[in-house]
């Protein structure tokens, strides 16, 4: 089994920033993509920034130029950094990993969430 751990949500006022950190740990043979998907209560869980393992980066069009994503590969850890926040970015973030457990197993793993909540 892999586990993805996060940390870094919290509170935080309009225009403000938080850095997310999610490591993932367990049976894993290599890392393919991992990204940053996020959902608020009522609506859909939409992909906010997403890296290969080459480094490929995409965002959604809300976020870009606000939000950064970036990966450790030593340590099997995704980041988000997100500046300029806006109550809209208030949801809760989930990492996401495409982990190679072994040359032949592969599995899309998630971690628990974490809340960011952007206040007015």
């Known amino acids: 089994q892999v586990q993805l751990v996060e940390s870094g949500g919290g509170l935080v006022q309009t225009g403000g920033s938080l850095r997310l950190s999610c490591a993932a740990s367990g049976s894993i043979f290599s890392i393919n993509a991992m990204g940053w998907y996020r959902q608020a209560p009522g609506k859909q869980r939409e992909l906010v920034a997403a890296?290969?393992?080459?480094?490929?980066?995409n965002y959604a069009d809300s976020v870009k130029g606000r939000f950064t994503i970036s990966r450790d590969n030593a340590k099997n850890t995704v980041y988000l950094q997100m500046n300029s926040l806006k109550p809209e970015d208030t949801a809760v973030y989930y990492c996401?990993?495409?982990?190679?457990?072994?040359?032949?197993?592969?599995?899309?793993?998630w971690g628990q969430g974490t809340q960011v909540t952007v206040s007015s």
């Open positions: 890296i290969s393992n080459g480094g490929s980066t």
């Open positions: 996401n990993a495409d982990v190679n457990r072994s040359t032949w197993r592969r599995n899309i793993y």
